[in-house]
Each structure stands twice: as C-alpha cells, then as structure tokens.
C-alpha cells in the first residue's frame, strides 16, 4: 500500500514533467549562439560553487571527501564543458558535397536524471549540461540520501540557465523522491530519454520503463600489471585512482594482478605510495564487512581506511590510502573479488600475462562486464592481446582506471556515465555525452539511377515459365472467392524456381 510520500512524489514526477514539457519546447527553438552561453554561464556557475557543493555532498551523504568531490565538480565544469562547448547542436551540423548528404540533429525531448548518493552533484552538473546543450529539459529524481546537494545543485545549474536566456523550468529536481515516484517519472508519456546513474536493480528498472534509456553497469575493474611495466609509475597510478574520493567512482581499480617474478617489487612500491598489505588476520577481518546478505555492505562505501579500520578493532596510520589483501578465489561470494566502492583492493599473483589475462576476465565476468579494465606495460604485443580479449568497453593503458575512464587523462570522451556496451546490458559502450541527446535526421539527395537489370532478368526468367495447369488447381468456393490449399502454393512455388534456374 502507497504512503502519502508515495502519492506526493508521483503527482510531483507529473507536475514537473508538465513544466518540462513547455519549457524544452521554447528552448528548442533557440539558435545555436544563445543554446552556448546557456552552456557556459552554466559550467562557470558549476565551477564557482565546486567546493561549496562539494562539502555539502560530504556531510550529507557521509560518502567520499571534499577535497576529491570538488575535483569531481570541477571536472564535469570544465572538462566536459570544454569537450562539448564547440559542438553543433542546432540544425544543420553536417553537409557532405559529394555523398549530397545533410544531418539535421534534433533534441529528444524531455530527460528523466536518476541521480546516485555516491556522485550526486558532479552527476548533476554533468547531466544538466549535456541535456541543455543538446537543447532537452531535465528532471532530476536524487537518492533520496543525497536530496538537499542535489536540490542545491540543480536549482544552481537552473539559475544559471534562465539568466542566460533559457526559459524557466528547463532544469528541475524532485523534492520528494520515492520508488514510486521515480518510475513515475521513467514511465510518463511526457518523458523522452532516460539518463539512469545508480545501482543495478535502478538500471534494470529504468530498462524496464519502455523508455529509450542509456544506463551504467557495475565495475569491478581488474588491472594487470606486466613485468615490463614503469613499477614504479604504475603503483603511484593505481593508489591515487583507488584512493580517489575513497573508491566511489565505479571505473576505480578492484583487482591488482601482478606477475610473481616482479609482486615483491611492486607491494614495495605501492606501500610507498600509501597502501598497507594486511596479514592474514587483518585481511579476515576486513572481508567479514565487505559483504552483508550477499551484496556489498552500504557501511563501508566511500569510508577512508581508518573508518573501515575502526568498524572491525583495528587501527591504520593516518597516511595510508588504501588497504590491500592478498587473494587467491574468485566469484561473486569472495568479498576481495567484487566490486567494493571503497580504498579495498584485491592482489591477485599470477605466472605469465596468459594466466593473468585469465584472471582479468574471469573479475570482469563476476560483476564487470563491459566496464573498463588497466593495463601496465610497456609490450604493445601484450597490450593488444589483452585489449583483444578483456569484455571491456575502456581499455586504460598505464593510467589510473578511475581518471582514465571517466577521459580525465586520456583522450576518450569526457563523461560521468560510463556505458557497458551488451557486454552489461547497456545501450551503448560509449563515454555518454550531448551527441548521446538528439536525433539525427539525414536528407539524402538522389545521386544515380536504379539498376534494373536484376529485376529485368528475373521478369525474363519468369515470362518462360510453364504455368499451365496452374489453374486446374484454383477452385472458387460457395461465396464465390478464388481458393488454392497451402500445399498446391509450394508446389507452383517449386515449380517457378526450378523453371527461373
């Protein structure tokens, strides 16, 4: 039976739609000059209050840290920004003189954003940017955990936005999210496109709302790290991305695979960056939270390793970053093996890149699909074997998975929802952004004549069939219709063919 919040975010979902609804209408009609700096007097307000968000983000969620947030929010201000801020997205974006080709993008409509607790104002203004410059509305349902950010954060994108000349009511957010108003708002007849960031069963549900929708998947990133790697380099990489707003970004690194002739070296250098290797004990200890009921334990997502520390009796430095345990199993009931949104991290030793390609997949397999997988190494012949293999839609190279994912450091788009391709159930195994938002309408111009000389053979071949007979077999029933059994239709159909060969 629904509570009265239940009715109350349903009628909401509805009410905001409505006013989407109007407002991407006149946005629409916007030229491509004024749709910009709507975009840019956006990012600059996302960047003015990157920590401020950021902070408030911190202390409600209980998630992460501000210091990394605010990195977070500046990207999505910046980064994405800047990827998109050339981009046509108004008319005619495209004219090919010799095809005679034209593409003519158009915006899909109205948005449903499903916002997470772990990236709720980085994801906001990350979503909010990409669907105005692609001139969508957009509705915002936030976990409810993360409300007054979220709020805060979409009524700054939406002020920024009017005073540059957008309508009102183009950016909205649910005041009053719930389960039942959250499908609502998927399932409405007002609403166009799903842009869903959040847990799987969330996903699957937005999946499920009969709605164009592009989603996320989990990832349980392993990297592999070759004996021809700058050791050195790559543990520094792999303890800052892991450590990075303490493990909430899902392209974060779960599993170091490490070669036995080189494991030594390398645990020497990721303690100097910041991990601590637990003992046996220490590591029992640990797993024993990782999971609870069979899925990750909320408790410790986002938490630093001293809070983690605490929660099972034992105590960590201040400067260590993020706690490793050495594991041999794999599967989804292994709690070093999945995926833990937290500074956990799993080392798995291998001999030789074939058992340690092995062991990547089978990681990917128990919760990663189609996400992202790292490499360490300096052997192209290696990187390609594994790049041909891993069912993974980024394949990070000597970098940081969480900054190499997202396109931080490297050159892949720019973005805050990473698609997982079939490999996860998603849509697309691209780095969502504005292109991702509107239709593509092509005027073709007739550039050469049919050929007829298919269709004129198969005439020939048909006027020299022998069709006599064939009406000895149709009959004309009481009411004066024409009748032939299925049976006699193959047999004329078998004749025909043998006749044309």
Request: aromatic residues 6%; hydrophobic residues 40%.
């Amino acid at each position: 039976m629904m509570t009265d919040l239940d009715l109350l975010s349903i009628q909401e979902a509805r009410n905001l739609l409505q006013k989407a609804k109007e407002a991407q209408k006149k946005l629409a009609e916007l030229p491509q000059d004024q749709i910009d700096r709507i975009v840019e007097c956006m990012a600059l307000k996302a960047e003015k209050h990157a920590s401020f968000l950021a902070r408030m983000a911190t202390e409600e969620t209980g998630f992460g840290n501000e210091t990394d947030k605010t990195t977070k929010n500046l990207f999505a201000a910046k980064e994405v920004y800047t990827a998109i801020k050339d981009m046509k997205t108004v008319g005619i974006i495209s004219v090919d003189e010799n095809k005679q080709v034209w593409e003519i993008v158009e915006p899909v409509g109205v948005i449903a954003g499903i916002i997470p607790s772990t990236n709720p104002t980085s994801t906001i203004i990350f979503k909010s940017l990409i669907a105005v410059k692609a001139r969508n509305a957009i509705v915002f349902s936030p976990h409810p955990s993360a409300l007054k950010c979220s709020l805060e954060t979409a009524k700054i994108m939406a002020n920024a936005a009017q005073e540059a000349g957008a309508p009102k009511e183009i950016i909205q957010c649910m005041e009053y999210p719930s389960l039942p108003g959250t499908k609502e708002l998927m399932s409405h007849k007002l609403t166009d496109m799903i842009l869903a960031t959040g847990g799987p069963g969330m996903v699957k549900s937005a999946y499920s709302s009969g709605k164009p929708a592009y989603g996320v998947g989990p990832g349980n990133v392993p990297v592999y790290v070759h004996t021809s790697a700058n050791l050195d380099q790559a543990a520094q990489h792999i303890i800052e991305s892991k450590s990075f707003d303490y493990g909430t970004i899902c392209a974060s690194e779960q599993a170091v695979v490490v070669e036995r002739e080189i494991k030594q070296a390398f645990i020497d250098k990721l303690k100097k960056y910041g991990a601590y290797l637990l003992s046996k004990t220490e590591k029992e200890k640990v797993e024993s939270i990782i999971l609870t009921g069979g899925t990750l334990n909320s408790k410790i997502v986002g938490k630093s390793p001293q809070a983690i520390g605490k929660m099972v009796g034992l105590s960590f430095p201040k400067d260590v970053k993020v706690l490793v345990g050495e594991e041999e199993k794999i599967g989804k009931d292994v709690p070093f093996a999945v995926e833990k949104l937290s500074p956990i991290l799993a080392l798995y030793t291998v001999d030789g890149w074939e058992e340690g390609c092995d062991v990547c997949t089978r990681l990917l397999e128990i919760g990663g699909l189609g996400h992202t997988f790292g490499i360490h190494c300096k052997d192209h012949a290696v990187i390609n074997a594994f790049a041909l293999k891993q069912p993974a839609s980024r394949i990070i190279v000597n970098s940081g998975t969480t900054f190499g994912g997202i396109g931080a450091t490297t050159a892949i788009f720019p973005s805050l929802t990473l698609g997982c391709g079939s490999y996860g159930n998603n849509i697309t195994s691209d780095n969502i952004g504005a292109q991702h938002l509107m239709n593509v309408k092509r005027v073709a111009f007739g550039i050469r004549e049919m050929n007829y000389a298919a269709k004129n053979e198969i005439v020939q071949s048909t006027e020299m069939t022998d069709f006599s007979g064939i009406e000895k077999k149709i009959s004309m029933d009481q009411g004066g219709n024409f009748t032939i059994s299925r049976e006699e239709i193959a047999e004329i159909v078998k004749r025909i063919l043998a006749d044309m060969k």
